[in-house]
């Protein structure tokens, strides 16, 4: 491995050391031995839809310009590129059907590990989805709202019925270019057709076909996820909590949920606060049990009980080698096989958890929503049992570690505002009129070891921060900003605007608000809607001066959540470029000429400071369009 | 929020929630939880816990649920570092402390511990309805409150002249370091009360509730907002009630927390010492909280900061000028001359004349001047006032003329009362002092004819005459003008015109609520005749008075014409479909809350009684002009019930469609003898001469049972009409 440092965090350099040192490989390693990487995948020009190929177009102009059986470049592209979205909308809206199941059984009373938290958020549901909710019991209209939810994935025809939640204009546009989803599987289904052998060929075509079920996606899949859960878990309001390699404990007994269902992680907390599991613990020499997260899961259970955080995705492998986690479970998504050999150095028990996900050579315990807390303290005691196991020669748990606050979501703003008698988003919207705000950016997405890590995350959110941008952030790089310290009320006056600042102070926040795991993002789609009902900033998302950023970008969910959010009318930043390049014509319609339709494009810019530039510019045009003063404390 | 101040409220509201926890269980422990608590004069209970929580607070049980509620809005204060969001929490501890003071007032009238001397205490809803047209025409554009003590005596009424100048009402108390502003005016001998536009609520900062549910009520009366809608009131005031508090002194916790409840209402604090600013805007209109601490700055910078629209005029005259002085009385042992009254002859007049015989600008004194006049003494006086202007119409005169009352009256140390030939006028010694002549008379009522006639008069001249002989020689033809200018009046009908008049004057208050102006209905206000609202259609073509056709009948009986339901209609935001302009029974007009009188059902009767805004005691119905009032207003259609004005009592069309005169069975004696004439003229044209004895009033009966039994030794007609329901 090369000696250039890997990550702007400490902790992470620090573990990285110690893998060089004791020669065990890490993704950065893999990264390195695989470059150079493929071109031809790069540029999105292979295809290996049918056996008469694979193809690939020659990006050169030498060779072939077709496939074999006629594609161009930019079909090939389109079509790689909505089969992303495919499988970036499918693994957002199957955790929002596995939540809408759990609900189900709770409903029904087959299940002990769950009950309703989110009471308020349910009744409210109800009244949403036409559920009748006079003289009913809890249980009845819950019953009734995950059959409903159910339903939006397996519907063949009609419209989403989160998708009314959009402002009416982007409704209109939705109709007019036949966007709306009909159902969340079926639109799914369809792009594998459309890009199956000699079937859709026209890549416009194609992609509106990848923009309807990326709206599946954010408007419907993970809008039910994000929905049922907080009826499920409760509403998340701010928290306090740590974050870092740091927070794993040398004398106790250190569990790492890692994935993205908070199905199993948020019964974990009960389970590893069970009595009896301590008194074993205590009696196997530990002094407590340190439940601690890593990707999604690890952000639902911070914002719903201040668990600590481990790490955000490149750092998983880290947290293994600390020599310190008992037992890492998984369930799905962004998981590494690695973790598989990398375990196998060191005491640590990896153990997966999902029938969808099994790895080899990894322990399978495999969770059933029904039995969940005997599953989860079955998972507990294993991990308790490990805890003698674990080698002192090998353990170096980092100093590094910081306080955060998370737990944002739209409903928590108006609270956060207005309180219970005033409760409004006025401040936020007169803030952004005033000019005190210039606007405000979503900053989202995975790593990826092409970029160092955490870099561009803290880079671009520090430069936005500093031209008054309020910036939200969810997934792997709210874990970012986290860690750097961005997510403390005290950041404002460190890294704000002056602008910025006097809302900060005003409202007590800090100047990046955590909210949620990436199926939360569409928490940010409601405050944008809810901004637009408060008045003064137009009348459609793409109105509104705000724009999105995944700087580091990876995983085909974040194609699918670029895909929508762009189709709501969200300027979008990309640090990686889709693998669509090989395709003049796509790349000059997603990034140009998809902005007359659907009034966003995207941005591609690996260049985090650059892209902060992009950023500005855009929320200034959208101001003047808006007549907005210039901002307040401006150049 | 700041930190600091958020961390001030919460110390603030917790101390001012466990003071009133413990007078509560105090009470409880000495009284009973059955025991009756209220405020004076109100039909709105504990007026903040009515408006925010929908509780109507009886008895010391019923505080229990308003305290509870108070103490969970209560939260953690902020922490040193990492501190969660605060100013959420912090309106909500506003809110808890609010509702906290008001418990301890409302306890304090229980202990006879409330007014407090030389204080208003409790604000009533009177007073709320006697300042309604007030709040509505702009002549007080705002509130101030004042908290604390002025560094001295002077800078105390420097503040306070400069929100008078201002027509700013300012409720005055609490205080700083033992000292209240309350106490610096009384030693600088500043006159108080209502008509002085200074109000002495209380000297500790818990008083400070009574403006604060005072302005709650304006939401309920005049915005037509139900009990337990919170949002809806906050807003309301925040949108509506342009008020603000100024702190003097030092802000301790619970002038904090008092403010940030006032801040939940949309009243911004400004204080004159150096505290942390909350700039940024979304709960207030502007700022939130904002320091300014030079004196000569300070009522602007409120001023700006709540968005008062202020509209001074420059008269060039040597005494202040505003509509703050409007009810300032000048006193025999003040008064350095004098005009009228018991005294001497004296009369007021506007007659129009052609452009080109008037000098505008023109003040002529024929007879003494102020100085050659002995002190004490009384001069005769004749205000002869000629206009000219293209839109000038002889109908117009009696208007500007009753504006003469007014325009002396803002002026200080001029007393003026009446009107055309029954004007009583003084002019203090301290006016005089300072310069200022008879002439000056003139000089106000030019300037200001201009400023409110501007559309209709060009040119206005001025005679002032203080010669016996001259007042003799013009009081016969004025006398001649105002005969037939009643007579005129008197003979106009409903029939005799097609068009009526909107007036949506107090849409601002009650958005649904417009009143049709017609020749035999004049506004509910009193304030507002067919003519008043033609001419003011005239002055501002644009403004809250429109011409409304009155399309096909539709039911003449009733007073239902299509031009005037499609008018409603759409001025009502669709709230409103009909009118029937004659009836209380059938979809009748709406009020705003401003009405002289109310006319309501009596059942049992077979009829209606009428009790007015004066009259503050018991009516058959068991209710009270105010309680009766909340029911009324905020542009409501309630069958049975409607707020008028008092002449319409003797228009031919009054309730025509239920029946008319002969329906009334009851109104107070106050109104029942001023009105005695033209009700006993009235009922002769009905074909009852002696009806005026068969209404009964509180003398007579304050239950239905004895006035049934009134009813009926008197035979009145009601008993035998149709029945009413």
Known sequence: MSDKEKSVDPATNEIMNLACKGEIETVFDRYEEMEPECGFGQLGVCCKNCVMGPCRIDPFGDGPTTGICGATANTIAARNLVRMVAAGAAAHSDHGRDVAHTLLI???????????????????????????????????????????????????????????????????????????????????????????????????????????????????????????????????????????????????????????????????????????????????????????????????????????????????????????????????????????????????????????????????????????????????????????????????????KMELVAGFTAEYVYHMLGGKYRATYRPLNDAVISGRLRGAVGIVGCNNPKIKHDWAHLELTKALLKKDVLVVTTGCSALASAKAGLLIPEAAKKYAGKGLQEICEAVGCPPVLHMGACVDISRILMVLCNVLSEGGLGEDISDLPVAAAAPEWMSEKAVSIGFYAVASGIYTVLGIPFPILGGKEITDFITDKMENVVGAKFGFEPDPIKAADLIVKHLDAKRKALKLKPVMYGE | MSKIVAAAVNRGSIKIVKEAEDFLNKAI?????????????????????????????????????????????????????????????????????????????????????????????????TILRQLGIQLVDGRMPGFAAILGAAPDNKIAVDIVREFQKRQILTFVGSQTNGRSIIDQLKEENVEMGWDNYIVPYGRDTITGIYPLHWAIRGALTFGGHRKGEALKCLKYCKDRVFAFGLTLGFIDDVKYATGAGAIDMGFPIIADTDIPEIRPTGICTYEHLVKELDYKKIVPVCIETRGVKVKVSEIPIPVPYSAAFEGERVRREQTYVEFGGKYTTAFEYVTTKSADEITDGKIEVVGPEIDDAKEGSALPIGIYIEVAGRKMQKEFESIVERQVHTFLNEAKGIFHMGQRDMIWVRISKEAKTKGFKIKHLGVILHARIHEIFGAIIDKAQIHIYTKQEEVDKLLPTSRETFKFRDERIGAMTDESVDTFYSCTLCQSFAPNHLCIVKPERLGLCGAYNWLDCKASYEVNPTGPNQPVLKGTVMDEKRGEWEGINNWVKSKSNSALERFHGYSIMTYPETSCGCFECIGAIVPEANGFMVVNREYSGMTPLGMTFSTLAGSVGGGNQTPGFMGFGRLYITSKKFIAADGGLKRIVWMPKELKEALADKIKTRAQEEGIPDFLDKIADETIATDTEKLLEFLQKVNHPALTMDPLM
Not at chain 1, 146 to 167: I, S
């Open chain 2, 29 to 125: 422990s000495e009284k009973s939880e059955s025991q009756k608590i209220e405020f004076p004069d109100t039909a709105f209970f504990f007026p903040m816990a009515y408006a925010l929580l929908g509780a109507e607070v009886k008895t010391l049980g019923d505080i229990k649920p308003v305290l509870q509620e108070a103490k969970s809005l209560l939260h953690d204060a902020p922490t040193e570092s990492i501190w969660l969001p605060y100013l959420g929490d912090t309106l909500d501890s506003g809110i808890a402390t609010l509702l906290a003071e008001e418990i301890i007032v409302g306890l304090r009238y229980l202990y006879k511990q409330e007014p407090q001397a030389d204080c208003i205490g409790f604000f009533s809803d």
């Open chain 1, 106 to 400: 709770a409903s029904e009373g087959k299940t002990k590990g769950y009950e309703i938290k989110g009471e308020e958020k349910l009744l409210n549901l109800a009244k949403e989805m036409n559920v009748k909710t006079d003289k009913r019991k809890i249980e009845e209209i819950a019953h009734d709202v995950a059959e409903k939810c159910f339903a939006e994935f397996g519907q063949q025809h009609g419209e989403l019925q989160f998708t009314h939640r959009a402002p009416k204009k982007r409704q209109e546009i939705w109709k007019k270019f036949k966007f709306t989803p009909r159902g969340i599987d079926r639109e799914i289904v369809e792009i594998m057709h459309r890009t199956n052998i000699g079937v859709d060929n026209d890549y416009v075509n194609i992609l509106q076909q990848g923009i309807r079920a990326a709206l599946g996606d954010g408007w419907g899949g993970s809008m039910i996820a994000t929905d049922l859960q907080d009826v499920l878990f409760g509403m998340p309001k701010p928290i306090r909590a740590v974050s870092n390699l740091g927070v794993l404990k040398a004398d106790e007994v250190n569990i790492v949920v890692h994935g993205h269902e908070p199905t199993l992680s948020d019964i974990m907390v009960t389970a590893s606060q069970d009595k009896e599991l301590l008194e074993l613990a205590k009696q196997k020499g530990a002094k407590g049990i340190n439940l601690a997260g890593i990707c999604c899961t690890a952000n639902e259970i911070l914002m719903r009980h201040g668990i600590p955080i481990a790490g955000n995705f490149l750092q998983q492998e880290l947290a293994v080698i600390t020599g310190a986690v008992d037992l890492m479970l998984v369930d799905v998504q962004c998981v590494m096989p690695a973790l598989s050999k990398l375990a196998g150095c060191y005491h640590t028990k990896v153990v997966s958890t999902s029938p969808k996900a099994k790895f080899p050579n990894v322990e399978h315990v495999e969770f059933s929503e029904e039995e969940a807390l005997p599953i989860a303290k079955k998972i507990v005691r294993m991990a308790v049992e490990n805890y003698p196991k674990r080698k002192k020669e090998l353990v170096n748990i980092p100093k590094d």
